[in-house]
């Protein structure tokens, strides 16, 4: 029998199997994590739990909780089911043969469309693992930088699996065990069975397995690949972390050098290549860009990086012919790339891990020869490894001259448009973003270039258009000429991802965020592209209305773009950059949304909430009190759907924006007319209380980015809304209405829990209204009777117990999150 | 007398303007400026259009708010601009400036004057292009020139008064008094005859409502934070405000008064055990109940023994140092590693939750000023370490004789060190609480736990 192993919380001494079910072996750790992370207080009233390494059902509690009050709602269904050989079977109809119904096969669908996100992180974090483990020791440290403690150090990854990572030893263990529930998801997403609800608790899973992917990527990149990190930086002068000064976009490259590009997810060829021209002292010699998650990357351990934009603008700029040498990497959406290099003239390297096409796998051979046979005429080549793939990149750019780049002249895009069908407007039908492609064609054959610059700057570049031009008109090529004329005026200046955040840094804005004079905490997650000037827009209301933004993936160096006439200064360089109001962090590439708005930070010391295999209180918390909201906008790829899971397991409201929307196909929305969905229970007596339908819902959809933004202000009111905070949300809530709509919301007054948290402005107008509208009984600007929404008249102090919590009462959703005394007596 | 009067200045005559006082048009024509609390800004100097007082005018300049308690007294809604208003002046101008406020309601009196305050604050704040650094008696006020075209010194106090009002309902009349004194309007040396009688006076209504523990029977309780840290509960007693420094204990009082429904509830202070401690009956019933019957007994006065609950957001902390036998203080901003070997987001993380953590308090950095800081431990005579930084900032208030004897991060953060430190200059913890020179650790219980009878 096992010795018994007791960890000393506070006063209290805790036989560690009481906290985790099977320790694994991991008992000191335990040990070393109930000592440091639990709070005596906590666990004396609570009891305490660590889910180490969990499976989803191990943690399902919370994840039913939410689905009951955010059901999955599936848009355009599908009717049939192939997943297995026993069909095709037509759920219109009735049941499956496995038993699953049609609603259940979305949700089964769901579940694919995470799992695929999350694979694509886990692929990119497996090979920098992999590639670490062959360089350095397995027992080499890691962190996320030097000024975290153990509880803030990586809740990305602790707060799944239980783990603190110390080494590459223990990153290896947690991304295995990423990788082991990934693949049981993806059986579930395949041969599963049961309802829609079974299956989206294990998107929010899912979800929760891609963020521990992410923060595995995320403290590599930190620890052994040298990119900067906030946590190793004092707090004094965070705000300008890293200086806004880096130069990007097309104008930033400096003409006459050799350039050379990398795509996709995995940065390690740059790295090799960036470590190569250190030596060699080329830095000065050779241009070095990105595209997508590996331009963001680059410009975290290279001050001279370029981006030029995100992943699904890259068919588009490698066709630009401005690159010398393309290194492509699989990335978070699949483009056929190499066909681009080709047709550009550009040398290509593949360092996929798979093959691409008939290219011979030339890992191999020597540099020299591999270098020969593109300079010597050959295309493009496959070298799986990256220090290979790096300084074959850089001597065949030293080598190879290329002519002026391949761009449709002025007089042959004039002399296609001319040649168009003047009474079709097919290209604009078929544009999956509805651009107004045939006016600009009309506009070209008399000259005028207006309406293709307007369609550049929205073309996802499908190629849809001309594949329906009936008069073969090369509307991508326009499209780039377009683009090309517009690209030497293309220079912004941002600044870089920054990485994690600490409790510290954050804490400086708990009260901010508490009181609601930092009405929002909010991320914007998203591809930008097409959309990007909506997202720089909604970026710059967010920071003058007073919230603090984060920014992640391509986004960051989307909304870098945005700039600001009358101050002469792009966005990064008009606002700061730490967790406060009005102020912009750019946490880094899609790996660093692990790091982006961390409400489970602040709980930590002001709940004593631990860190460690504990999602339940934190979604739980979040859900009830935080005013933390995503908003996704652009086209995404599946890498965001389940990011969406991540943030919405962990309490937060995600707000998707049109582009994306089109690709989703489920949503998790409330319904703020059902009051059986809107309960907690009280923390003091166990009972059920009906709230207020706020924080009306979980994964929702908007149209356009002014519906965005009062999305939003309604996203933040919650539950556990303070007198103040409730005010400055409503008042928000109200601004954005009155202003986009001109009217007040329609559900204000079930937000209503006392006129003194109604916005002082609009309060006298507001209680008449609850008199004259709702039947309340008021006097001046004071409410003397609220009508119950049950339709009982009660005085103040007796509708403050019997609809809200009352104001500084702990509340929960789940049972096991009561206190110990109530927890098995409280009443269903 | 007025101020005027009374500094045996002249004041030059104003513009008059009305605000709108009828209760369904008081926020008339402000549609045009941002408001809410959402607008906190900062306005650099390169965006300003106009500058009242600050360091340049090494706040010489004042704001004083007056609670009028005899009726008819106050011209309800009249604001008297004396000087430019803010669209009139060359952006980037500074001034001197004296804003005298009265106000009057049935039943309003000194007490509420705390609470008007914080009001007026919040609204201006709250004000688009507006922004404020500094107390009423140390005002520093910049108007950004991006409103410079709708904001006047009217709106601004039409916001006060719209906003005051609303929250505060039993306020009936309110009238304002500005003087922006540009040169021409005869600044500083108009002002400070003024400034000099007008911080006495704010002085004296400070003394008018000051309390003492003993003057009062009911302390009051907040749990807000309870909804995160569930077995919290903070006491405010006159001398001892709450750890997140967000109100005083009138403030609580006039809040309770207009918001029972709140987070804020009234403890019955009940039979002082122990003067020193800050142990009381009243204070210890209370928290048993609120604490989910967790915490039975909590002195007001002492981080060692039976401390009251801490939340997370305190501003500060005491803790003990067992190698000294004495206390240290650390803020939340400092960064770097106390006696105890580790750094404050450490500290606060242990200390947190809501648990009864003997030798740990949170602390607000406002009670750090007041007379009965720590009393139950010894005060000032056993705090024997702190930041540098925070101690420049507190020094008006720690006691000259121990001041250098308060050892920094820049002397050190080694215990052993720090032994020596005070040994050499003679910390008069050496002489009260260490015998023959050697300090006596207390055995400190762990947290919930009992300190042995003596």
Not at chain 1, 85 to 106: S, V
Not at chain 1, 519 to 545: K, Q, Y
Not at chain 1, 728 to 740: A, G, K, P, S
Not at chain 2, 289 to 297: F, G
């Amino acid at each position: 029998m096992k010795e018994k192993r007791i960890a000393h919380v506070g006063s209290l001494e805790v036989d560690i199997s009481e906290v985790v079910r099977d320790p694994r072996g991991h008992e000191d750790e335990i040990v070393e994590i109930m000592e440091n992370d639990f709070v005596e207080g906590r666990h004396s009233n609570f009891g305490g739990w660590i889910t180490l390494l969990p499976d989803a059902a191990d943690i399902a509690e919370l994840d039913y909780a939410l689905l009951s009050r955010y059901p999955p709602l599936y848009t355009d269904p599908e009717g049939v089911c192939t997943d297995c050989g026993l069909g095709p079977c037509n759920l219109e109809d009735g049941q499956g043969k496995c038993g699953l119904d049609m609603e259940a096969l979305q949700g089964r669908l769901s579940l694919r469309k995470a799992c695929r996100g999350c694979m694509t992180q886990m692929v990119a974090s497996r090979q920098l693992l992999d590639y670490a483990l062959k360089r350095w020791p397995e027992a080499t440290p890691v962190s996320m930088g030097e000024i975290l403690s153990i509880s803030d150090h990586a809740p990305a990854i602790s707060v799944l699996s239980g783990i603190h990572v110390k080494t590459i030893k223990d990153l290896n263990r947690v991304l295995t065990y990423g990788e082991g529930q990934l693949a049981k998801l993806f059986q579930a997403s395949y041969s599963g069975t049961g309802t829609a609800v079974n299956f989206e608790s294990m998107v929010l899973h899912a979800g929760s397995v891609l963020l521990l992917a992410m923060g595995v990527a995320e403290m590599l990149k930190i620890s052994c690949y040298g990119f900067i990190s906030a946590a190793n930086q004092q707090l004094d002068g965070i705000e300008q972390f890293p200086p806004a000064t880096l130069s990007c976009g097309w104008a930033s490259i400096e003409s006459g050098k050799p350039v050379v590009a990398f795509v996709g997810d995995d940065f390690l060829p740059a790295w090799c290549a960036v470590d190569q021209m250190k030596q060699d002292a080329l830095t000065e010699k050779i241009e070095i860009c990105g595209l997508g998650a590996t331009g963001d990357d680059i410009v975290r351990f290279y001050d001279r990086g370029r981006i030029i934009g995100p992943a699904v603008r890259a068919p588009k700029a490698i066709r630009n012919g401005l690159f010398d040498v393309v290194v492509i990497s699989p990335g978070c959406v699949p483009l056929d790339l190499l066909s681009e290099a080709e047709r550009a003239e550009s040398k290509a390297i593949w360092v996929g891990h798979n093959g691409s096409g008939d290219l011979p796998d030339s890992t191999d051979q020597p540099i020299d020869r591999i270098v020969d046979r593109l300079a010597g005429g050959e295309k493009a080549v496959w070298i799986r490894d990256p220090e290979k793939a790096g300084k074959v990149a850089l001597q065949v750019a030293l080598r190879v001259k290329r002519g002026a780049p391949r761009i449709i002249s002025d007089a042959d895009a004039m002399k296609q448009a001319k040649g168009h069908k003047h009474d079709c407007d097919l290209c604009t039908m078929v544009c999956p973003v509805g651009l107004p492609v045939s006016r600009a064609v009309r506009q070209l054959s008399g000259g005028d270039w207006t309406g293709f610059f307007e369609v550049e700057k929205g073309c996802n570049f499908c190629g849809k258009c001309e594949q329906a031009c009936p008069s073969q008109v090369h509307l991508r090529d326009i499209i780039v000429a377009a683009e090309r004329k517009g690209a030497g005026n293309d220079k912004f200046v941002m600044r870089p991802g920054r990485g994690p955040i600490s409790i510290t840094e954050l804490l400086q804005s708990a009260f901010a965020v508490g009181w609601g004079s930092i009405p929002a905490m909010v991320t914007i997650f998203g591809c930008g592209d097409a959309h990007r000037d909506e997202i720089a827009w909604i970026a710059s209301e967010l920071l003058n209305g007073g919230c603090m933004v984060f920014v992640a993936g391509c986004a960051g160096a989307e909304v870098a773009r945005s700039f600001n006439q009358a101050k002469k200064k792009h966005l990064f360089q008009q606002y700061n950059a730490t967790c406060a109001s009005r102020n912009i962090v750019n946490c880094g590439s899609c790996s660093a949304i692990c790091h982006a708005v961390p409400m489970y930070l602040m709980l930590r010391p002001s709940g004593g909430i631990p860190l460690f295999g504990n999602l339940p209180p934190l979604g739980d918390s979040i859900s009830l009190g935080g005013a933390q909201t995503i908003i996704l906008w652009g086209a995404l790829p599946d890498r965001m759907y389940a990011a969406a899971a991540a943030w919405a397991r962990l309490g937060s409201t995600i707000i998707v924006g049109p582009a994306s929307s089109l690709g989703w196909k489920r949503y998790l929305v409330g319904n703020r007319y059902d009051r059986s969905k809107w309960w907690v229970r009280h923390g003091e007596t166990g009972k059920r209380r009906e709230v207020e339908p706020v924080k009306e819902h979980m994964v929702v959809p908007v149209e356009t980015k002014e519906e965005a933004l009062t999305m939003l202000a309604r996203s933040v009111l919650n539950v556990r809304d303070y007198r103040e905070s409730r005010l400055t949300h409503l008042e928000v809530l109200i601004d954005y209405c009155e202003r986009f709509y001109q009217q007040l919301p329609e559900d204000w007054w079930l937000a209503v829990r006392s006129d003194f948290e109604l916005p002082p402005r609009y309060r006298r107008h507001m209680v008449s209204l609850l008199e004259s509208e709702h039947g309340w009984e008021t006097e001046g600007v004071k409410v003397n009777k609220a009508r119950h929404r049950d339709g009982r008249m009660m005085t103040m102090s007796e509708f403050a117990a019997n609809y809200g919590m009352e104001q500084g009462i702990y509340c929960t959703r789940l049972r096991s999150l009561l206190p110990l005394r109530l927890r098995d007596t409280a009443e269903d | 007398m007025t101020v005027g009067e009374v500094a045996g200045v002249k004041i030059p005559p104003g513009r008059e303007y009305q605000l709108p006082t009828d209760p369904d048009h008081l926020w008339d024509g402000l549609k045009d400026i941002g408001l809410g609390i959402r607008w906190v800004a900062e306005v650099k100097k390169s965006d300003m259009q106009i500058e009242l007082s600050g360091p340049k005018w090494e706040y010489k300049s004042y704001t004083i708010l007056e609670i009028i308690e005899e009726p008819g007294k106050v011209r309800n809604g009249i604001v008297t601009l004396i000087g430019p208003d803010i669209h009139e002046v060359e952006p980037g101008s500074s001034f001197p400036s004296a804003w005298d406020i009265k106000v009057y309601g049935q039943g309003i009196t000194q007490r509420h004057r705390e609470y008007i305050e914080r009001q007026m604050a919040m609204s201006l704040h709250g004000v688009e292009g507006y922004m404020a650094f500094g107390s009423f008696q140390s005002p520093w006020m910049r108007i950004s020139k991006s409103v410079a075209g709708r904001l006047t010194f009217a709106k601004l106090c039409q916001v006060i008064h719209a906003y005051v009002k609303t929250v505060v309902p039993q306020v009936e009349a309110m009238e304002f008094r500005w003087i922006i004194a540009s040169p021409e309007v005869g600044g500083l040396a108009l002002i400070e005859p003024l400034y000099k009688v007008g911080i006495q006076r704010l002085k004296a209504q400070e003394l008018s409502v000051s309390l003492e523990d003993e003057d009062v029977d009911i302390f009051y309780g907040c749990t807000i934070c309870k909804s995160l840290a569930p077995n919290h509960v903070c006491v405010i007693t006159p001398s001892q405000i709450p750890y997140c420094g967000i109100l005083s204990y009138n403030g609580a009082q006039v809040t309770v008064e207009l918001d029972p429904e709140g987070y804020i509830f009234p403890m019955r202070k009940g039979e002082c055990k122990d003067q020193t401690m800050g142990s009381y009956t009243g204070v210890d019933e209370a928290v048993y109940e609120r604490s989910n019957h967790q915490i039975k007994h909590a002195n007001v006065f002492s981080a060692i023994k039976y401390p009251t609950t801490n939340c997370g957001c305190f501003e500060g902390a005491a803790f003990y140092i067992p190698e000294v036998d004495g206390l240290g203080l650390a803020i939340r901003r400092y960064i770097g590693v106390t006696p105890l070997g580790v750094k404050f987001s450490r500290l606060a993380g242990m200390i947190s939750g809501g648990s009864q953590n003997h030798g740990n308090k949170g602390i607000s950095v406002r009670s750090i000023q007041s007379k009965t800081f720590l009393k139950g431990d010894g005060g000032w005579n056993r705090i024997v370490w702190m930041p540098a930084d925070m101690k420049k900032e507190l020094a008006e208030y720690i006691p000259e004789e121990v001041y250098d004897k308060i050892a920094t991060e820049q002397d050190t953060v080694d215990p052993v060190e720090l032994k020596k430190f005070l040994k050499e200059k003679k910390h008069p913890i050496v002489e009260k609480y260490w015998k023959d020179g050697e300090p006596q650790p207390l055995k400190v219980p762990l947290p919930g736990g009992d300190w042995p009878r003596e």
